[in-house]
């Protein structure tokens, strides 16, 4: 299983990147997702993460309201809008996936994800 994400880059403070990511496998729909982030000397921390059937999702505190996660089965891709970044949101950002026999049931716990995207730069200016 691959992931693939794409979308970072550099952004003002108050503005606006939204990060995709796509598994190459078609039993996407079975794999619950999530999105970590990890800003340099720090660790890797929880972000957003998303249920197999989508209606369920949980955010960390610092991206909440400013963050969306959803996904699409049909393409077989997360997303991660950012909206009124800060500087402090300023990380290489992960997705995750692992597959899930419960539809309903987000994970934040980065240990419990068995795949890795290769991360993509997010850079917030103030």
């Known amino acids: 299983v691959q992931l693939q994400a794409s979308g970072g880059g550099l952004a003002q403070a108050g503005g606006s990147l939204r990060l995709s990511c796509t598994i190459s496998?078609?039993?996407?729909?079975?794999?619950?997702m999530g999105w970590f982030r990890q800003a340099p000397g720090k660790e890797r921390e929880f972000v957003a993460a998303i249920s197999r059937n989508g209606y369920n999702t949980q955010y960390a505190e610092s991206v909440k309201g400013r963050f969306t996660i959803s996904r699409d089965n049909a393409k077989v891709t997360v997303a991660l809008q950012m909206n009124s970044l800060k500087s402090e949101d300023t990380a290489t950002y992960y997705c995750?996936?692992?597959?899930?026999?419960?539809?309903?049931?987000?994970?934040?716990?980065?240990?419990?994800?068995?795949?890795w995207g290769q991360g993509t730069q997010v850079t917030v200016s103030s």
């Open positions: 995750a996936s692992t597959y899930a026999r419960r539809m309903e049931i987000v994970q934040v716990i980065p240990n419990e994800y068995k795949y």
């Open positions: 496998r078609r039993s996407f729909n079975q794999h619950r």
